[in-house]
């Protein structure tokens, strides 16, 4: 186990019944976590509990928003916001927010700031 100067109090909001109904924070920092697809798959059970959807049937969304982390107000109730994300081998257009070839001699590329996430219903 690493050292740590926060204790844990620092990491925990406090939540009452006026705020959101949403388990998560605001935005989500993706690439710090250990286990992103854990997160993910977190996101995805909730919703599937939430709306009583079979959990086999159920599927991640992600869009790519043009908001920047100080943009999102708060938590998501069905997804989440999630920033963090870096491409290889691309880029992120953010005018015409579409993938486009890279530029010469970059190799990576970051995301926009506001990345949505939400689990959707399969139809098939």
Same mark, same amino acid.
């Given at each position: 186990m690493h050292p740590t100067y926060h204790t844990k109090?620092?990491? @925990?909001?406090?939540?009452?019944e006026s705020t959101s109904?949403? /388990?998560?924070? $605001?935005? %989500?920092? +993706?690439s710090?976590?250990?286990n992103p697809q854990s997160?993910?798959?977190? @996101?995805?059970?909730?919703?599937?509990?939430?709306?009583?959807? /079979?959990?086999? $049937?159920? %599927?991640? +969304?992600t869009e790519v928003t043009k908001k920047s982390v100080d943009q999102i107000?708060?938590?998501?109730?069905?997804?989440?916001?999630?920033h963090g994300l870096t491409l290889e081998g691309c880029r992120w257009d953010e005018k015409?927010?579409?993938?486009e070839e890279s530029r010469p001699?970059?190799?990576?590329?970051?995301?926009?700031?506001?990345?949505y996430t939400r689990p959707l219903l399969s139809s098939t």
């Open positions: 109090c620092a990491y @925990v909001e406090p939540k009452s109904v949403s /388990p998560w924070p $605001k935005v %989500v920092w +993706l710090g976590l250990f997160f993910l798959t977190a @996101v995805m059970q909730t919703t599937a509990r939430r709306n009583d959807w /079979p959990l086999d $049937k159920t %599927v991640v +969304l107000e708060g938590p998501s109730r069905d997804g989440a916001f999630i015409a927010g579409v993938l001699k970059e190799m990576f590329c970051t995301m926009p700031a506001g990345a």
